[in-house]
């Protein structure tokens, strides 16, 4: 059984088959237009799209070596997303399921990144929490089957990685600035500089504060010395970092006492951050926590996630017609 995916929800054109049991092949082209730019703009992105996804799905085909007749179904992300980057490869799936006449299969992109823990092994046993961490969203998912997922909790406003990628802005390094600062993050005091913790009840999250924090900060500094951000961009981008991943794993940690989980996962671009890897290890390791974390290829957008959740769709028969349309924002 061959599965085609397809993921073009932001900046990243990606298709990978699904062979037999495995990820045959996953090619991601990311868009590096983007970063002269300061942050993804929609317009462009969609033409990008344009551009890789032919390419792009003709090598998935290659590196895994069948050919499109072979394909038994075509799975791709329907949202949540930029609408204009997630209509390139919705009707890109639609057309090619027509003309192959194979059943489509609309994937839940952030459903996805949860079953990306389903790529390899070891593979996390139900039931299971994912601190799910990306560009656009900060939920803790109750995850009882492959496709029975349940939000309990999630930030009110901003994602966790836009606070790292506008803190990168203020900073003065370029998009996406989350890789960066955990690099910087590395070589500083992680004590050097104290952010206040934002108040939220239950497993709900904020990010907006810190953000504001974050900036007056820096704006109170540089008027006392100019250069405060190159002499202490280190300790910053530590100080910044052992916040944001305080935040999420004070929830984490409430979480798991709450529903008495104790298999936990994370997901998600920020998933690829080393601290919080590190972090959630320790806190692993202390609390007597299995501890699930993506290959760093899986963390980010990729259509091998698309191409599992795919899977566990086609099984089950869960097909849409072509009359399907991309979805901005989307639940479960
Ligand atoms: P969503 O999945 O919510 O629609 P997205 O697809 O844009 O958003 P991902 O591709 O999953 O998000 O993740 C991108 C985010 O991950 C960016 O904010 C980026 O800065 C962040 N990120 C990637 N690597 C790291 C890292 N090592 N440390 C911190 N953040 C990181
Ligand atoms: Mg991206
Ligand atoms: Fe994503």
Same mark, same amino acid.
């Given at each position: 059984?061959?599965?085609?995916?397809?993921? *073009?929800?932001?900046? &990243?054109?990606?298709?990978?088959?699904?062979t037999?049991?495995?990820?045959?092949?996953?090619?991601?082209?990311? /868009?590096?237009?983007?970063?002269?730019?300061?942050?993804?703009? $929609?317009?462009?992105?969609?033409? +990008?799209?344009?551009?890789?996804?032919?390419?792009?799905?003709d090598?998935?085909?290659k590196?895994?070596?069948?050919?499109?007749?072979?394909?038994?179904?075509?799975?791709?992300?329907?949202?949540?997303?930029l609408?204009?980057?997630?209509?390139?490869?919705t009707?890109?799936?639609?057309?090619? %399921?027509?003309?192959?006449?194979?059943?489509?299969? #609309?994937?839940n992109?952030?459903?996805?990144?949860?079953?990306a823990?389903?790529i390899?092994?070891?593979?996390?046993?139900? $039931?299971?929490?994912?601190?799910?961490?990306?560009?656009g969203?900060?939920?803790?998912?109750?995850v009882?089957?492959?496709l #029975?997922?349940?939000?309990?909790? &999630?930030?009110?406003?901003?994602?966790?990685?836009? +606070?790292?990628d506008?803190?990168?802005?203020?900073?003065?390094?370029?998009? !996406? @600035? =989350?890789?960066?600062?955990?690099?910087? %993050?590395?070589?500083?005091?992680?004590?050097a500089f104290?952010f !206040?913790?934002p &108040?939220?009840?239950?497993?709900?999250?904020?990010? *907006?504060?810190?953000?504001? *924090?974050?900036?007056?900060?820096? /704006?109170?500094?540089?008027?006392?010395? $100019?250069?405060?951000?190159r002499?202490?961009?280190?300790?910053?981008?530590?100080?910044?970092?052992y916040?944001?991943i305080?935040?999420?794993l004070?929830?984490?940690?409430?979480?798991?006492?709450?529903? @008495?989980?104790?298999?936990?996962?994370?997901?998600? =671009?920020? *998933? +690829?951050?080393?601290?919080?890897? /590190?972090?959630?290890? @320790?806190?692993g390791?202390?609390?007597?926590?299995?501890?699930?974390?993506p290959?760093?290829?899986?963390?980010?957008?990729?259509?091998?996630?698309? %191409?599992?959740?795919?899977?566990?769709?086609?099984?089950?028969?869960?097909?849409?017609?072509?009359?399907?349309s $991309?979805?901005?924002?989307?639940?479960?």
């Amino acid at each position: 059984m061959n599965i085609l995916a397809i993921e *073009s929800s932001c900046d &990243e054109t990606s298709a990978a088959i699904f062979t037999n049991g495995k990820i045959a092949s996953n090619v991601i082209a990311t /868009q590096l237009i983007h970063s002269q730019y300061g942050g993804v703009v $929609p317009e462009l992105a969609s033409r +990008a799209h344009q551009q890789h996804i032919l390419p792009v799905v003709d090598k998935a085909l290659k590196d895994a070596k069948v050919t499109k007749n072979d394909l038994d179904a075509i799975a791709f992300t329907k949202g949540p997303g930029l609408l204009g980057a997630l209509l390139v490869g919705t009707s890109f799936a639609k057309a090619m %399921a027509l003309a192959l006449n194979i059943p489509l299969i #609309e994937v839940n992109h952030m459903q996805a990144h949860v079953l990306a823990h389903f790529i390899d092994d070891p593979k996390p046993s139900f $039931p299971f929490l994912c601190l799910t961490v990306s560009g656009g969203h900060t939920q803790i998912v109750k995850v009882t089957g492959p496709l #029975e997922m349940e939000i309990i909790g &999630e930030t009110k406003d901003d994602a966790v990685g836009e +606070a790292f990628d506008k803190t990168a802005k203020l900073l003065d390094l370029p998009y !996406p @600035g =989350g890789p960066l600062i955990d690099k910087y %993050a590395k070589l500083g005091n992680s004590a050097a500089f104290l952010f !206040p913790l934002p &108040e939220m009840p239950g497993l709900d999250f904020s990010f *907006s504060g810190i953000k504001t *924090s974050i900036l007056y900060f820096l /704006q109170k500094q540089v008027r006392e010395n $100019p250069d405060f951000i190159r002499d202490n961009l280190h300790d910053i981008c530590a100080s910044v970092q052992y916040t944001l991943i305080d935040i999420l794993l004070k929830k984490l940690k409430k979480a798991a006492r709450e529903t @008495g989980i104790t298999e936990i996962a994370i997901a998600g =671009g920020v *998933s +690829a951050n080393s601290g919080l890897r /590190q972090a959630l290890s @320790g806190l692993g390791e202390k609390l007597n926590w299995n501890i699930y974390i993506p290959h760093f290829e899986y963390c980010t957008d990729n259509a091998a996630m698309i %191409a599992i959740a795919g899977y566990y769709k086609y099984v089950n028969n869960d097909f849409c017609d072509q009359t399907v349309s $991309p979805m901005a924002r989307m639940a479960f």
